[in-house]
């Protein structure tokens, strides 16, 4: 398969507006492929050479980018800039330029990817001209639509507008001709969270090498995901008897140990699957210790204040996410693993395992090798609504942010949110007593003293999982400090955009001054959820959308995806509970 057509097809997906047509041409691109292009197309559709928890990182900022098309389209950089300033997209801008083509040699797709995987991995002294001069001589010998997806894809702004479901469909109308095996694919995907794998599965054995997918070490499970609950009584209707643990403010990590006769590998993943390991030599240090032959849990790293023995504030433990002075940082800040389940142990999937039984193995194991750094979270049986408000209270008193309660009989459900686990977390004042993960969608431009920040305030959107698509919820204005919006603003033009993505759905007279790409999760804080004419969460022909009233910025979820943000199914449940 030629690169051309892959690309081809990608222009003519980001054409087309109807999601199932979309669906229809991504699934007909799959069925041409063979099972190894197949699993580079998935990568590729995502704006990816590999999987996310190994990550793609070119190391190219789009100043240098322009340079590189300059050179490449052999015109002065300051046309680009331009050109840039008016298509607001550098491989619009290299497509454009007459002479692109002369040298065209009809790169295959495996071809493509190879040499795109030899510039990404290019390092050390010299390495950003050596990149570049490798990028002209490549896109000096494609095809003009190749080309501006080749600049797409290094710059990370593909804009197919879609996210994995979007694939996951279409695989199974490669397959079937329709969604009905989607929830198949979706099963794959989520025990083995990755989409080239996924793809070249279903392209040499079909259903049935699907249905047989399980877990791999070294590639992480989508983690589960909690309900929410108004109160403790509401809690209990839905679970009944259950258990309960506390709700930890660290990072949600899961590990995964490997040993062989030689070497232990140890892995730490993040909730977005993100490979976090280089950033706790101190807890793989820990497990280490664990003799097992293969091992995959789950649980919150925090720190606990030496001198008090209380956990420290999120804000306090986050530091502990950097690049460079991470032993200096392991010293100075350790952290605490609290295991809160356990997936996989020695060759064996524990998924379809109870809580409960999952729950003993757990203990097991932490008390046999797991010391001071990695121990078991606290857990509570529960009988009834007071003993809900009991343990919430003790968890409160200690400064947590909630509890989360559990099905004992419940299976692990991977990459699901479901009421087998609900959470129950700090009430404060207003009426929504939780807070909403909405992605940044757009700014519009600052006013009185705020212009001089060139950003006044931002358009923020749910996820629809149903539709893949991002809908707006809010305009919001305030929750940052002066440096705060300009260093919001930096990142927003990062990632900013010549035109609304067509997965953003938005009023037209909301939109803002400038978009971006639906990337960056925030937290924000509201006094409640109303009913709106404008904003498009949920909105239909009959029926108003949803909106978030005086809502305030409270930060980033840097740990989340954009299609891991408050979905419209769960912010329809809290619209709900505001007035149980």
């Known amino acids: 398969m030629k690169f051309v057509d892959v690309a081809s097809a990608f222009g003519a997906i980001e054409g087309e507006s109807s999601r199932l047509e979309m669906t229809r041409q991504l699934a007909s691109l799959f069925q041409e492929a063979t099972a190894d292009e197949a699993a580079i197309i998935a990568y590729l559709a995502l704006g990816q050479l590999r999987p996310t928890y190994k990550g793609t990182q070119f190391n190219i900022a789009r100043k240098n980018m322009m340079n590189i098309v300059a050179r490449a389209a052999g015109v002065p950089v300051e046309q680009v800039k331009a050109e840039f300033k008016l298509l607001g997209d550098l491989g619009k801008v290299l497509e454009a330029q007459p002479d692109v083509q002369n040298s065209c040699t009809g790169l295959s797709l495996l071809e493509l990817n190879q040499r795109l995987s030899g510039i990404e991995a290019l390092g050390g002294t010299g390495s950003q001209e050596l990149k570049a001069q490798a990028l002209v001589d490549l896109l000096g010998c494609v095809e003009p639509v190749a080309a501006k997806f080749i600049v797409r894809i290094v710059l990370g702004t593909l804009r197919l507008g879609f996210s994995d479901m979007t694939i996951l469909d279409a695989l199974s109308w490669m397959l079937v001709g329709d969604k009905s095996v989607r929830l198949l694919c979706e099963n794959a995907y989520n025990v083995c969270a990755d989409m080239g794998r996924v793809a070249r599965a279903a392209k040499t054995g079909g259903q049935e090498v699907l249905e047989r997918m399980g877990v791999v070490m070294g590639i992480?499970?989508?983690?589960?995901?909690?309900?929410?609950?108004?109160?403790?009584?509401?809690?209990?209707?839905?679970?009944?008897?259950?258990?309960?643990?506390?709700?930890?403010?660290?990072?949600?990590?899961?590990?995964?140990?490997?040993?062989?006769?030689?070497?232990?590998?140890?892995?730490?993943?993040?909730?977005?699957?993100?490979?976090?390991?280089?950033?706790?030599?101190?807890?793989?240090?820990?497990?280490?210790?664990?003799?097992?032959?293969?091992?995959?849990?789950?649980?919150?790293?925090?720190?606990?204040?030496?001198?008090?023995?209380?956990?420290?504030?999120?804000?306090?433990?986050?530091k502990?996410?950097?690049?460079?002075?991470?032993?200096?940082?392991?010293?100075?800040?350790?952290?605490t693993f609290f295991m809160f389940d356990i997936l996989y142990l020695n060759g064996q999937s524990l998924l379809n395992q109870t809580h409960t039984q999952r729950r003993q193995v757990l203990e097991q194991l932490v008390d046999k090798y797991g010391g001071d750094t990695v121990r078991a979270i606290d857990e509570a049986q529960i009988n009834s609504p007071d003993d809900i408000?009991?343990?919430?209270s003790q968890?409160?008193?200690?400064?947590?942010?909630?509890?989360?309660?559990?099905?004992?009989?419940?299976?692990?459900?991977?990459?699901?949110?479901?009421?087998?686990?609900?959470?129950f977390k700090r009430h404060e004042t207003g009426q929504l007593d939780d807070t909403i993960d909405c992605v940044v969608l757009g700014y519009y431009a600052g006013r009185g003293k705020r212009s001089s920040f060139g950003i006044g305030a931002i358009l923020v959107g749910i996820y629809n999982e149903q539709e893949d698509r991002f809908e707006t919820v809010a305009k919001i204005g305030t929750g940052l400090s002066d440096q705060g919006w300009q260093e919001l603003k930096t990142l927003c033009d990062e990632q900013a955009i010549s035109e609304q993505p067509k997965n953003v759905v938005c009023s037209k007279h909301l939109a803002p001054d400038v978009w971006v790409q639906p990337k960056t999760v925030c937290l924000v804080r509201a006094d409640e959820i109303t009913k709106s004419p404008v904003h498009k969460a949920g909105a239909a022909e009959d029926k108003l959308g949803y909106a978030l009233r005086f809502p305030r910025f409270m930060g980033y979820r840097q740990d989340k995806l954009a299609t891991q943000a408050t979905d419209l199914s769960e912010l329809k449940r809290l619209y709900d509970i505001q007035f149980q």
């Open 220 to 318: 992480p499970i989508r983690p589960a995901a909690a309900e929410r609950s108004s109160s403790p009584q509401a809690l209990f209707d839905k679970l009944g008897p259950c258990i309960a643990q506390e709700k930890l403010d660290g990072f949600r990590v899961q590990v995964q140990v490997k040993r062989t006769a030689d070497k232990v590998e140890i892995f730490f993943y993040s909730r977005n699957l993100q490979n976090m390991t280089a950033m706790f030599p101190d807890l793989a240090q820990a497990f280490e210790r664990f003799e097992v032959e293969s091992l995959i849990c789950e649980g919150e790293a925090i720190i606990i204040d030496e001198h008090t023995g209380s956990f420290v504030p999120f804000q306090e433990t986050v």
């Open 320 to 335: 502990r996410k950097r690049k460079h002075g991470v032993k200096e940082a392991a010293k100075e800040m350790p952290l």
């Open 389 to 392: 408000e009991s343990y919430f």
């Open 395 to 423: 968890a409160i008193a200690r400064g947590l942010e909630g509890i989360v309660a559990k099905k004992p009989d419940a299976v692990y459900r991977p990459g699901k949110r479901n009421f087998n686990w609900i959470k």
